[in-house]
């Protein structure tokens, strides 16, 4: 008999698997548990040393404090912002939103109206088009005012980019952009998929106990959703089956995309 296993990242508890298979297997042409990955966590297996009052977070806040801190809780994942996203989300949402801006005035200085060739000969009265252009350009800069907004939004995340980031433990997880903190713990959550659909790409949706849903739409901000969707799956799995609080191994700085 032929077994092959490919797993490099082990949710949890892979020891009585191994066990089982040193026992039976007469030979080894390569185990997952010498892939490099495994043996990087291996060697840190100890994780990094704690305060001797350290106690575990009891909330995501709590979690993000210890970390802002200095004290990386145990078997956490760091997805932080990349900067070319940070810098790309500012400068189109900014753009557009001058662009709007810019539109509407054109439109109040021309009295151009757009689409006005659709309207009814009947309404094509100088009354009913002065409507139809106040109405327009009001609508271009109210969206222009709020695409700016949330450019704008992204200066801080330029000043400091480590303030962002999305936060996995394996009892919490959420996003972080300075002091907005959106997140639950893990014990509120009946499952965790991708959905596309989403304005900036893939969707990261998050449904409850309670059957309302948590949608993340970051797009590849913090990196590939599907890697951060990994990760959560995983402290999920090992909570749902009752594994170590540790799913992920030993903290690794290629845990972190610094951007």
């Known amino acids: 008999m032929r077994v092959v296993l490919k797993a490099p990242l082990v949710a949890a508890a892979g020891k009585p698997l191994l066990d089982a298979i040193r ?12 892939l490099p990955t495994v043996n990087r966590r291996r060697a ?19 979690a993000v404090h210890q970390l802002r801190g200095g004290t990386t809780p145990p078997g956490a994942a760091i997805f932080r912002a990349r900067t070319g996203a940070i810098w790309a989300n500012l400068l189109s949402l900014a753009g557009a939103g001058a662009f709007l801006v810019a539109g509407s005035v054109f439109l109040a200085a021309t009295g151009t109206v757009i689409g006005g060739q659709f309207l009814p000969r009947a309404w094509s009265t100088p009354l009913v088009l002065l409507i139809a252009t ?12 709020w695409f700016i907004v949330l450019g704008l939004r992204w200066v801080r995340a330029v000043r400091d980019p ?26 509120e959550v009946s499952s965790i998929s991708t959905e596309s659909g989403g304005m900036l790409g893939l969707e990261l949706v998050v449904k409850l106990r309670d059957h309302s849903k ?46």
């Open 23 to 34: 026992e039976r297997a007469t030979s080894a042409a390569f185990g997952f548990d010498q």
């Open 44 to 62: 840190l297996a100890q994780g990094p040393s704690l305060p001797q009052d350290y106690h575990p977070p009891t909330s995501l806040r709590d």
């Open 134 to 145: 106040a109405v327009e350009a009001v609508v271009a800069a109210a969206f222009g005012v």
């Open 162 to 187: 480590n303030g962002f980031f999305f936060l996995v433990t394996p009892d919490y997880f959420g996003e972080v952009r300075g002091d907005r903190v959106k997140g639950l713990p893990f014990a």
């Open 214 to 259: 948590l949608t993340y739409d970051f797009g590849k901000i913090y990196g590939p959703v599907r890697d951060i969707h990994s990760y959560m799956l995983a402290a999920h799995n090992a909570r749902a089956s009752q594994h170590p609080s540790t799913p992920f191994g030993a903290r690794m700085e290629g845990d972190v995309d610094a951007g």
